[in-house]
């Protein structure tokens, strides 16, 4: 089925608003996926905060555009694409196509938008090994926390090392006395 000229204005202002208020936009390959597949894929982003949009390759370019961001290269809009736009966590998007694109060689990343800025497909697949933000959030309230737990555990020994002492004491004393 065709699309008419009012779609394709409602599917640019969808994709120049969702430009404008996303942290970070990921263009990714999708062709020969079966609708499962790519409904598992919408699925999993969904649950990440991740919104995924396909569109044609001109409607992507002009709402990029739209939205003042730089012209995208013709690398990263290779065949049938699709964006996927992250708000809340930068690297969701990135990380949810990478993650299922393991499984399924048929998606891959091609390269994205991150803070107004192109990111090559190399980039942006080292960016999705990245830990996700949960994980490098622990990883630092561990990191912070490690001097705390040393010094609790040199004040354990001190106090301990004092209670023994005195046991002895009260041993030796108690030897005496006998």
Do not use: C, W
């Amino acid at each position: 089925m065709a699309v008419t000229r009012t779609q394709k204005e409602e599917i640019l202002a969808e994709l120049t608003d969702e430009f404008k208020t996303a942290g970070a936009a990921v263009f990714h390959s999708f062709i020969g996926t079966t609708v499962a597949e790519s409904q598992t894929l919408r699925r999993g982003l969904r649950e990440q905060g991740v919104r995924m949009i396909v569109a044609k390759k001109t409607l992507i370019q002009l709402a990029a555009k739209n939205a003042g961001l730089p012209e995208i290269p013709a690398e990263s809009l290779t065949d049938a694409v699709a964006v996927s736009f992250a708000h809340e966590d930068e690297l969701a998007a990135a990380q949810g196509v990478y993650k299922f694109g393991k499984d399924n060689d048929k998606v891959q990343l091609l390269g994205g938008l991150m803070d107004g800025a192109m990111v090559s497909k190399a980039d942006i697949n080292q960016l999705a090994t990245l830990p996700s933000r949960d994980q490098l959030l622990g990883q630092l309230v561990s990191v912070l926390i490690g001097p705390v737990r040393g010094m609790a555990g040199i004040g354990q020994g001190i106090i301990s090392g004092f209670v023994r002492a005195l046991s002895e004491v009260e041993k030796k004393k108690a030897a005496e006395a006998a």
